[in-house]
């Protein structure tokens, strides 16, 4: 028996596996975030752009590393670059945005094109949905570059991509695909950790770095 | 390792800060007077406290329109009521000369109507909000910058963060604008921030944006500690009085201090950030926990608490340098009289004194009544002058030891009255927990503020810091 019972189940009902399978690992990915912000202290650009970026980078597969992270860099840096371009004109938020967002999703379509023509046809036919959500985390971008300035913004563009990179290894690693699908109720554990996290009170990692030349100091 | 973590138990994280501090002590109806600039400063205001002065307020684009840009002073800044790290605010200086629609900035450049309308209508749009909800636009007076701070700050003006918890100032720093934080008193974006201790108001260590220890300004030879806050008593009221109006169990208040008009408060924050831990190398947390649960039933005492608990680490560094005590122009002192009585009194500590001197009163309750009595009876010779001081003490002294008791020498003083002779005994005191054996001269002090004043002879074991 390969699969849990409850798991055959819904595929005899016309689920497809996939989307179980996808389903099913969301809590994981969803708690893997939560997890390097309570406890790493990495905060990325809150929960769901992490998660989103990750099922986006599993539905560019077969190439999903190499074109996802190109797209994602691009959007990255089409997305400052229109706002040192559009800075100067003091345009009100969501033109702003909404020119943002053209500049981005021209961008990617010329970068398309030019793959063709260098006859990388794989990036010309990625799929549209994924390559839309990527556009759509330039506003997120933008957004955070007003709040909390270019660099914090870039940084944390940096470590949303990394913690999507994890996501995008644990739902590709095989062994916990088919643990979960063999055993779904640990997918219940999931809220036991998140309970525990969200108690948890400690000091992040990231602040015993921030805060170490304070240990000196202290009795 | 170990140590590592249990070290870190005094540190305030993120995690605890939410979940143990904002979330059940900054409710939600609280957090929004922290956020509403103009709701802030009118709920201070009426509570007595000094906000800057609300000039002009703009709601609407109609209102823009019709706004009477003449009222405007020369100088004023301009807020969006909901902005958050000191986004979207335009300061300026003056008016141009001869130019009533053109101001002129902090980097000497100008700004014209035009110019200030479209910064208002950005405002008024939401671009500076959380949330990019529609917001409202207000001109308030321009704070100028105190002597005191003028050559640490560049441009903008300092303010100095007050966190209060349990209507107790637990902690505090100075945050001073740099040329990298383009003026603005924010670490996020390079600013200076200085650690503050809290008895005495005079700072101690401090860091560079986010974390990065430093002593000086940066290219200069300027200290950055030892800096004395002036109004410090004010700003630690002002702030617990701000906690107690704001309902905020947990507060960040930041207040500025104008040349003119003292301390004003620039705003609240419910969430306050934790770097202030690094500009104090000192840990939140073990703060916090020393004074949960205490009852503090008065503003005065909250104060009291804050700097008894949390102050004093300077006077404890130069102790431990000099090996000598810090004491302050007065302080309580213990006589010990004769036969073991102990009488604490305030004694005026005078360095431009010689001697320690006494009040007849006094001297007589701690048991020397017939030393007083006695010296009644000794004649001062007629012609006593600094050439025949020693003379006269040495003469004096051999006539009446024997018959006065107790008496140990005796002193001739000059004073702008003329000349006097006072009779000497040896008394110990103790002083901040230090024991003196003083020879004490005994005059008439009835009309004076201290029954004891103690000179220079008996004040080789302290420092004295005037401003204690």
């Known amino acids: ?219 | 390792m170990l140590d590592f973590i249990r070290k870190s138990h005094g540190l305030l994280g993120m995690n605890a800060r939410n979940l143990e501090y904002i979330r059940p002590l900054n409710r939600k109806k609280n957090r929004e007077l922290a956020d509403n600039k103009l709701l802030c400063k009118r709920t201070l205001k009426k509570a007595g406290l000094g906000v800057p002065k609300l000039i002009a307020c703009i709601r609407t684009h109609d209102e823009l329109e019709s706004f009477d840009w003449t009222t405007l002073p020369g100088s004023f800044a301009l807020k969006p009521n909901r902005g958050f790290g000191g986004e979207g605010i335009l300061v300026v200086y003056a008016r141009k000369k001869g130019r009533p629609d053109t101001w002129i900035k902090a980097d000497g450049s100008t700004i014209a109507i035009d110019d200030i309308k479209t910064h208002i209508r950005n405002i008024l749009d939401g671009s500076f909000s959380l949330a990019n909800i529609p917001d409202i636009a207000f001109f308030e007076e321009r704070l100028t910058l105190l002597k005191t701070f003028k050559p640490y700050a560049y441009k903008g003006i300092p303010d100095i963060r007050v966190i209060v918890f349990n209507r107790v100032p637990v902690m505090a720093m100075l945050r001073l604008p740099t040329q990298a934080s383009s003026g603005k008193a924010n670490l996020q974006q390079g600013a200076i921030g200085v650690g503050i201790d809290m008895a005495t108001g005079t700072t101690t260590t401090a860091i560079l944006g986010k974390g990065h220890i430093i002593e000086y300004i940066p290219g200069t030879r300027l200290a950055l500690s030892g800096i004395k806050i002036p109004y410090w008593k004010e700003v630690l009221k002002m702030s617990v009085v701000a906690q107690e109006v704001s309902g905020l169990g947990f507060l960040g208040a930041d207040i500025a201090i104008d040349r003119e008009r003292g301390p004003v408060i620039l705003e609240l924050n419910a969430r306050p950030g934790l770097s202030i831990q690094l500009a104090n190398l000192s840990g939140l947390k073990d703060r916090l926990k020393r004074v949960s649960g205490l009852k503090i039933k008065t503003t005065e005492r909250g104060i009291r608490v804050g700097q008894n608990l949390f102050g004093g680490e300077i006077e404890e560094a130069v102790e431990e340098l000099s090996g000598k005590r810090v004491i302050g122009s007065v302080e309580k002192v213990k006589l010990i009289g004769k036969d073991g009585k102990e009488i604490e009194v305030e004694a005026k500590i005078d360095t431009g004194a010689d001697s320690t001197s006494i009040d007849t009163e006094l001297a007589r309750e701690l048991g020397f009544g017939s030393a007083v009595e006695g010296f009644k009876s000794v004649i001062a010779p007629e012609d006593i002058s600094p050439e025949r001081e020693s003379e006269i003490k040495k003469t004096l002294f051999e006539k009446h030891k024997d018959s006065i008791p107790d008496l140990a020498g005796i002193s001739v003083v000059f004073s702008s009255h003329g000349a006097s002779i006072r009779p000497v005994i040896k008394i110990p005191f103790i002083m901040d927990e230090t024991e003196v054996l003083a020879s004490c001269n005994i005059t008439d002090r009835s009309s004076l503020n201290y029954p004891i004043i103690i000179g220079r002879k008996n004040l080789g074991r302290f420092l004295v810091d005037v401003t204690k």
């Open chain 1, 1 to 219: 028996m390969l699969y849990h019972p409850f798991i055959n189940f819904m595929v005899e009902q016309g689920v497809p596996l996939q989307t179980i399978a996808l389903l099913l690992m969301l809590p994981v990915v969803a708690t893997m975030v939560a997890f390097f912000r309570q406890v790493i202290g990495i905060k990325a650009f809150g929960i769901y752009t992490p998660s989103i970026i990750t099922f986006a980078l599993i539905a560019f597969d077969p190439n999903g590393l190499k074109y996802g992270i190109a797209i994602f860099i691009s959007v990255i840096l089409v997305g400052m670059i229109s706002r040192y371009i559009l800075k100067r004109f003091r345009i009100l938020y969501l033109p702003r945005v909404a020119m943002t967002l053209s500049i981005v999703s021209l961008s990617i379509l010329s970068i398309l094109v030019f793959g063709g023509i260098q006859h990388r046809t794989g990036l010309a036919s990625v799929d549209i949905f994924p390559l839309l959500i990527m556009i759509t985390i330039a506003e997120k971008f933008v957004a955070t570059q007003i709040e909390k300035g270019n660099r914090m913004a870039f940084i944390l563009a940096v470590e949303t991509l990394g913690i999507s990179l994890v996501g995008y290894f644990l739902i590709r690693w095989d062994g916990l695909i088919l643990f979960v699908l063999r055993f779904p109720w640990v997918v219940l554990l999931t809220f036991v950790i998140n309970f525990s996290l969200g108690k948890w009170t400690g000091l992040r990692i990231a602040e015993y770095i921030r805060f170490r030349k304070i240990f000196k100091y202290i009795q």
